[in-house]
């Protein structure tokens, strides 16, 4: 079970990984930042298509998973608590490379984006000055998408355990009669 879980885990979130930091190397956060100062700022429609890629991505990956698990375990199939589980450690694995990603991002990319977020909040009136200020640190917003990735990943492993519980379709070998 790990090396099947862990290699989907992997897959999913390295391919996560790979789209968070194409999108985010694409995003002009000045011209963002200026576009605020006089109304609200627009993303580009390739930026928004490949920053939410991410999630099918990561629910494909966690049926394909579960999927592998149960005929890796045919005849006798699995659980609903084994494929839950299992869902479980490739969604865990894959918000922690989401995780790993907007923390690399944030820090070594383009550390001015998130003063600019605040900024850009600030100046639509979103936020007043000082408010929520904690959420703008690389840590924290990057543990927010953790949690969002790992909460999705848990309802898509809840969805896959009833899916993919009980028996496969496969018989078991039966000796010939002579």
Not at 14 to 22: D, G, S
Not at 23 to 38: H, M, N, R, V
Not at 76 to 94: L, Q
Not at 120 to 127: W, Y
Request: aromatic content about 12%; overall charge positive; proline content about 4%.
């Amino acid at each position: 079970m790990i090396s099947s879980v862990r290699k989907y885990g992997l897959w999913g979130g390295a391919a996560a990984c790979i789209l968070i930091l194409a999108t985010s190397s694409t995003i002009d956060w000045q011209a963002l930042q200026a576009a605020a100062a006089g109304g609200e700022p627009e993303f580009t429609t390739r930026d928004v298509v490949l920053g939410i890629l991410r999630y099918p991505l990561i629910i494909v990956t966690i049926i394909l998973g579960v999927r592998a698990l149960r005929r890796e375990r045919a005849p006798r199939g699995i659980s609903f608590g084994e494929a839950f589980k299992a869902g479980a450690i490739i969604s865990a694995i894959a918000a922690g490379f989401v995780m790993l990603a907007h923390i690399i991002y944030y820090s070594a990319v383009a550390p001015e984006s998130l003063d600019i977020m605040y900024s850009m909040g600030v100046a639509t009136g979103e936020l007043q000055d000082g408010e929520l200020r904690w959420f703008f640190h690389p840590l924290v917003h990057s543990l927010f998408y953790f949690f969002e990735t790992f909460v999705l990943g848990l309802f898509v492993s809840l969805i896959s355990g009833l899916l993919f519980r009980g028996r496969t379709n496969a018989k078991p070998a039966t000796p010939a009669t002579t």
